[in-house]
């Protein structure tokens, strides 16, 4: 988490959970990005509701469960990038089913590709 810290070209602001219960789930996603359980699976993993949850979420972070997701992923595609991963890798390692979908979210969050986000990236380094 340090190195998503120090990107320089990092445009995307993840919000930080200050919630117990949020902290946990989002403790559980920073371990495993790439997990696809639901909000009511990790609910069940940190007792808390998935609605209580979503409600946290929605009042704390300003973010739905979903984006909030999709934003750490995408935190963590931008390491696995910089550190020269290939596209397809990342979506894997990242939690999208198929590269086609992660370049979508990739592109909206961040403005390029994660291709030409790697390649400018290994050159300004």
Known sequence: MD???EA???PLHLPQPRD???RAVAGLLYDNPADNSSLTELGRSVG???RTLSRLFHNEL???FYEWRTQLRVYHALVLL???HDTT???HACGWANPSSFITA???LVGTTPGRYRTGHRTTS
């Open 20 to 22: 117990d219960r949020l």
């Open 82 to 84: 910089a550190d020269g």
């Open 8 to 10: 320089r070209e990092q």
């Open 48 to 50: 808390a509701s998935a």
């Open 89 to 91: 890798y990342v979506s």
């Open 3 to 5: 190195e998503l810290h």
């Open 62 to 64: 300003g973010l739905t």
């Open 106 to 108: 990739f592109t909206a």
